[in-house]
């Protein structure tokens, strides 16, 4: 199979060329087939340890990776460290030393903080696959976002992309970011001035305070989750001022393109980022993207783990 | 570890002297008797006596002066102690070292100065001289007994590694040391600003996903300090600037002929913030590394002389404390045993020339903190360093004399070589006497 990924850690979007997205892309689709039949299992990674290693709370993500490598046969093992044991002195190089004692082929890691996935792929003899650290990344999420599109869309190539929201705070806009402006798409960023970063001329991206002139004649709207906490930051003043100015409603759409695609990475705060969902039901890839997470994921483990 | 075997006179021959502050710039040979410059120039070789080291052409300049380093002791001698700084010190070229108040306990009362001042002492390197800390335990609420820690040795006062927290603590720090001739030297941060930011804020901590320090909480507390210190008689010292801002307001403040000075270290005119991708925890310190278009504002700061002068901020972490999450990591880096060679390629791109770096790095700082400093004149203090500046050194390697490696430069090819350095007429550090021992 030449769609093997030639790194053998999944950090960032970044690490991965074009034809190697394409190249996951491709075996999403046949990994999403196998879902539809009653025997969901392959045995590719078959005797293959993979640790689940999640130092925030997560269900979406963590499931899915759960789901898709157990389709894939391999055996995962959980290990849900809260903050409290970082506080109490658990160092990240004694988790290093567990992930060796482990024996793991592979592990999925989400951290609190920036880049700590790939300090752990310098001092780890495995495979590791980030599920988001701090703000920075967040690849399988964007994968899984631009395979809806895709899917939806038929294309990359000429397509409008609006992120709207908490760019700044936002790990998912920054794989997004990456991985949409690589494969050809336009991308504007929209939100209030204090939640889009300072300093953005190293993106190739447009950015937008104003949410009619944001979404004007977009293919794909995505907004992102809000932390409630960003009020009292006094980065917004409400949540409700929020909602009347970045709010996604049907009145909104209407001014994007006629077939927009609304994407969100969940979970929702609903009548914030996101209302009166029912009214445009159809514009919505909001439950394909957590289907096709599992696809994308099986994927992903696959394509690093199998090779070798 | 006493050190009173060694003599203090000798005869160091052949070499090149250069004291910026005398004038003198010659080829010759240089006697030191009793800790003090006997005569220099072209005289002639005792026949026996005195010791005499072969200078082989290297420059023998002051030793250089350091305003603001960490030596760790008392409480945190895991990270750094006054014996291991007074080593990585005198192997950089460094007489006198001033060192900052954040120990454990603070250095807020003069039986701690005391014990600093004797233990530096003992271990007979380098001269340490103490800086006070303007608060009690570095709260920002109540003043020290500056009158005590004056008489106990320190020489100024610093909340360093946090600014004085209030503006009404800043202005009556600045009245109260004025009383004793001492500078008030400010960590300027607004911490407020700073918000628990790790990096510098712009483009590469939004593309690293860290959180920013804007530069305008550097520029905001100088601003502070300035106009706080114009209705004030007293003396302040900007600690470590790193910001264009900065310069600009201090360089303002000149014209207006208020009574400040400032420094900067050599990490904010040799890196930008770039080098937290490669380096990560070892590029981290407060202030953080700045753009480029800081990092030539710092340069040209140097050269008109709105900054005065060249200080190290070294400040020694343990490996298991920067060998963790970015964010987590303590700020701070090791320098003085690389600021030398640092200040080195600046001379060699053209920035300064080398009497204004050696002014920089050591006639300055002695000045403006009245301390001793060597001079090539005959009767001057024997505080001295040799070194080769047509050979190289690679950093840390094979290890720093300090406790600590967090250095962003380790392992990096610098100009420069310290040979030798004399402590009043004594030798303190021979490289080739440590590779002999190695």
Redesign the interface.
């Known amino acids: 199979m030449s769609d093997f990924l030639t790194s053998s850690h999944l950090l960032s979007v970044e690490d991965l060329t074009t034809d190697e997205m394409n190249g996951i892309f491709r075996t999403a689709d046949s990994f999403l087939d196998l879902s539809s039949r009653t025997v969901k299992k392959v045995p590719s990674l078959r005797g293959k340890t993979l640790v689940n290693l999640f130092y925030e709370p997560s269900t979406r993500t963590r499931t899915s990776f759960e789901i898709a490598a157990k389709r894939l046969s391999a055996d995962v093992i959980n290990i849900t460290t809260s903050q409290s044991s970082v506080v109490k002195g658990e ?3 004694d988790t290093v030393r567990t992930i060796e004692a482990l024996g793991a082929d592979g592990v999925v890691i989400r ?1 609190p ?4 996935p790939e ?1 752990i792929s310098r001092r780890v003899g495995c495979h590791v696959i980030n599920a988001g ?5 967040h690849p399988t999420q964007a994968l899984l976002d631009l395979y809806t599109i895709l899917k939806r869309k038929g294309r990359f190539e000429g397509l409008q992309v609006a992120i709207v929201g908490d760019i700044l705070h936002s ?1 998912v806009a ?1 794989s997004n970011i990456r991985a949409l402006t690589r494969m050809g798409v336009r991308v504007r960023l929209v939100g209030p001035p204090t939640l889009i ?7 190739n991206v447009e950015v937008v305070h104003d949410l009619k002139e944001g979404v004007r004649d977009c293919d794909v709207v995505m907004a992102l989750r809000l932390q409630l906490e960003r009020a009292t930051a006094s980065f917004i003043p409400s949540l409700k001022e929020y909602a009347r100015l970045y709010g996604i409603s049907p009145g909104i759409l209407r001014i994007a393109k006629p077939d927009v695609l609304v994407l969100h990475p969940g979970p929702i705060n609903r009548g914030i980022e996101i209302q009166d969902e029912e009214s445009f039901h159809s514009h919505s890839g909001i439950l394909d993207q957590v289907h096709f997470g599992v696809g994308i994921r099986m994927a992903v483990l696959y394509l690093l783990m199998a090779g070798q | 570890m006493a050190r009173t075997d060694r003599t203090d006179s000798f005869f160091l021959k052949d070499v090149r002297l250069m004291d910026p502050a005398t004038g003198v710039d010659m080829n010759g040979h240089l006697r030191v008797e009793k800790g003090l410059v006997a005569e220099f120039g072209a005289i002639a070789v005792p026949s026996s006596g005195i010791p005499v080291w072969e200078g082989e052409g290297s420059v023998v300049t002051p030793g250089l002066v350091d305003v603001h380093a960490h030596f760790r002791e008392p409480g945190f001698e895991y990270k750094e102690t006054i014996e291991s700084g007074s080593r990585a010190a005198v192997s950089g070229g460094f007489t006198a070292v001033c060192v900052m108040a954040n120990t454990d306990p603070v250095n807020d009362h003069p039986e701690v100065t005391l014990g600093m001042v004797n233990r530096a002492r003992e271990i007979g390197l380098c001269r340490v001289f103490p800086i006070g800390a303007v608060s009690l335990g570095l709260k920002g609420e109540t003043l020290t007994e500056m009158g005590a820690l004056t008489r106990a040795g320190c020489v100024g006062f610093s909340d360093d590694g946090f600014p004085v927290k209030t503006s009404r603590l800043f202005r009556r720090a600045l009245e109260y040391a004025a009383l004793f001739h001492r500078p008030v030297i400010d960590h300027c941060e607004d911490r407020d600003l700073s918000d628990g930011g790790v990096m510098n ?3 590469v ?8 320090i ?1 530069s305008a909480s550097e520029e905001v507390i100088v601003a502070r300090d300035l106009e706080i210190l114009k209705s004030t008689r007293g003396r302040l010292h900007v600690a470590h600037l790193s910001t264009a801002g900065g310069v600009r307001l201090v360089r303002d403040a000149k014209k207006r002929h208020l009574n400040v000075t400032a420094e900067t270290c050599p990490h904010y005119f040799s890196l930008t913030d770039e080098a937290v991708r490669c380096h ?1 925890a070892d590029a981290k310190m407060n202030p953080p590394l700045r753009t480029e278009e800081d990092r030539l504002a710092i340069i040209e700061g140097l050269r008109d002389g709105t900054i005065d002068m060249i200080a190290t901020d070294h400040a020694p972490h343990a490996p ?1 404390e920067k ?6 990591a303590p700020f701070g880096i090791i320098g003085l045993e690389t600021a030398f060679s640092l200040g080195l390629e600046l001379v060699n791109s053209g920035s300064l020339d080398m009497s204004m770096l050696l002014y920089l790095m050591s006639v300055r700082p002695a000045r403006v903190f009245g301390l001793p400093r060597g001079e090539i004149r005959e009767g001057g203090l024997a505080d001295l360093m040799v070194f080769e500046p047509r050979e190289t050194t690679v950093a840390g390697v094979p290890g720093f004399r300090s406790k600590s490696r967090n250095s962003p430069f380790l392992r990096q090819k610098l100009a420069g070589r310290i040979r030798m350095t004399f402590v009043g007429g004594k030798k303190v550090f021979d490289d080739r006497e440590e590779e002999r021992n190695a």
């Not at chain 2, 901590?205 to 920013?212: A, V």
């Open positions: 160092s990240l190089l951290h903080s920036s880049g700590v300090w650290d701090g703000l920075r990344e790990r920054r970063p300072q300093d953005t001329k190293g993106w | 804020e712009g483009w901590s939004t593309d690293l996903g860290l959180k920013g804007p990560h298991f060998e963790r999450e970015f964010d987590q």
